[in-house]
């Protein structure tokens, strides 16, 4: 990939006093490769599939990390899937579902000064994107229950999702607390049970 943009090394993009032309980088290449595999099983009473992909994604911009490659922001180099279903008889069946991720790079201060005109914290970051949150997985369960009316089929579904509620982080956030400055995760979905009903006529 070639003529690529990317915001400028520590630009603020919320601030609107700067027209968004000038906190970019521009002329960037990329790069992005990898392998799929796929494992599916689809007649008898239990179905279901393996689904694993290797991939990379990179970036390199002249005036960004010093001008090295760095990973994508959206680089996950690691994406396992894996589904089981089983008919239990005509009218009951199971479903389960289990996905693993690797964690997206993201960047992080390595320490701080204090400026001393003003007296305000700078951070000294790392290079771009060069740690990685936390893997990303969770296991969800389903089951069906069916039964054929006179005018349709009645379906019902029990559902868990993220089953051992697994803390999955959606970002990072730093906090000064009591003068020390902290890193937290935010995260989202935990473990949620549902029951569906449907007709289907």
């Known amino acids: 990939m070639n003529e690529l943009i990317a915001y400028k090394e520590g630009v603020n993009y919320k601030a609107a006093s700067t027209s968004w032309e000038n906190k970019i980088e521009i002329r960037g290449k990329g790069s992005s490769y990898g392998i799929e595999i796929l494992f599916q099983k689809n007649t008898g009473k239990t179905t279901g599939w393996l689904a694993y992909t290797y991939s990379k994604t990179i970036r390199q911009f002249d005036n960004i990390n010093n ?29 389960a579902s289990w996905v693993f991720g690797s964690g997206y790079p993201y960047t992080l201060p390595m320490n701080k000064y204090i400026d001393a005109d003003d007296n305000n914290e700078i951070f000294n970051w790392s290079n771009r994107n060069s740690f990685r949150m936390r893997s990303f997985h969770h296991l969800d369960l389903s089951l069906f229950f069916s039964k054929h009316k006179k005018n349709g089929i009645r379906k019902w579904s029990v559902n868990i999702y993220n089953v051992y509620n697994r803390q999955n982080p959606y970002y990072y956030y730093l906090s000064n607390d009591s003068g020390t400055w902290k890193l937290y995760q935010q995260s989202l979905f935990p473990i949620i049970p549902s029951i569906n009903y449907s007709f289907v006529f």
């Open 67 to 95: 001008g090295k490659k760095f990973p994508f922001k959206y680089d996950r180099t690691h994406d396992l899937s894996i589904v089981l279903n089983k008919k239990i008889n005509k009218r009951i069946s199971f479903s």
